[in-house]
């Protein structure tokens, strides 16, 4: 049975940073695609970043040189680093794999 298991949301302050993970289990990372979508209230589902089975990232326009997606292979794990947040980024994010798979969700809220 494939779990993914996501940590590391939270309350942070405009331009603070957070790291989110996302665990596997059942499922070798290295082998598909993941992604990390976000929702906002109110809003549809958004792709913000992807890494391919070789590496390859790709990011929504609004979080390039911002965000950065990686990948620790002995882990099993995907992150997803955020710098220089904004309200805008105010979402729950979710990992996936292959859109087959998902995270339970984090809530990321930045405020002042």
């Known amino acids: 049975q494939v779990q993914l298991v996501e940590s590391g949301g939270g309350l942070v302050q405009p331009g603070g940073s957070l790291r989110l993970s996302c665990a596997s289990s059942?499922?070798?990372?290295?082998?598909?695609?993941v992604s990390w979508y976000r929702q906002a209230p109110g809003k549809e589902r958004e792709l913000v970043a992807t890494i391919s089975r070789g590496g390859t990232t790709t990011y929504v326009d609004s979080v390039k040189g911002r965000f950065t997606i990686y990948r620790d292979n002995a882990w099993n794990t995907v992150y997803l680093q955020m710098n220089s947040l904004q309200p805008e980024d105010t979402a729950v994010y979710y990992c996936?794999?292959?859109?087959?798979?998902w995270g339970q969700g984090l809530p990321v809220t930045v405020s002042s």
């Open positions: 996936t794999s292959d859109s087959q798979f």
């Open positions: 059942g499922r070798i990372f290295s082998e598909y695609l």
